[in-house]
């Protein structure tokens, strides 16, 4: 375990460094003055992980480095490799669940373009089964109704649109 006495100094050179003063800091951990004085002069031994909990967010420093300094963690380099490891399989993982979502979303809007084609296909063989109407009145039907949704919408935009969706 860490020497008190050098585990104090350092505990004052961060507070300090943090610009508190130890009224200041025992307003915003709840840990009383006197005991953190004590502690800082090494008369009170290496403190436990629950006051070191509440110190660490005023001192603005890392639980776990306080843990180290205080000696309840080993300071080697296999806490920093594993510290290492786990940190890249994580941003792995999240960048592997964010191309399988990815990859979800555009099957999805691939499969209801799909069925929103195979519902007007269906709808407009069934318009024309029903209506016994001939193919040259079916054509004009249908460049009405592609002219209706240009009047809706603008060349340029429709051009954008279907480019998108090539892309896609």
């Given at each position: ?85 786990l940190t890249e ?15 979800g979303l555009t ?62």
């Amino acid at each position: 375990m860490t020497n008190p006495i050098e585990f104090g100094k350092y505990l004052r050179q961060i507070r300090r460094e943090s610009g508190l003063t130890l009224r200041g800091l025992e307003n915003l951990s709840g840990v009383t003055n006197a005991y953190l004085s004590q502690i800082e002069n090494g008369k009170r031994g290496i403190p436990s992980p629950d006051i070191l909990k509440k110190i660490h967010e005023p001192l603005d420093i890392d639980y776990y480095e306080l843990m180290q300094k205080a000696g309840y963690i080993a300071n080697d380099e296999k806490w920093s490799k594993l510290k290492d490891i786990l940190t890249e399989e994580i941003v792995k993982a999240v960048d592997d669940r964010e191309v399988k979502i990815e990859r979800g979303l555009t099957w999805i809007l691939q499969e209801m373009e799909r069925l929103e084609e195979q519902n007007s296909i269906k709808k407009e063989e069934k318009v024309v089964e029903e209506m016994s109407i001939s193919s040259k009145e079916y054509n004009d039907r249908l460049a009405k109704k592609i002219f209706d949704f240009c009047k809706d919408k603008s060349i340029p935009r429709m051009i954008e649109e279907h480019r998108k969706n090539k892309s896609k």
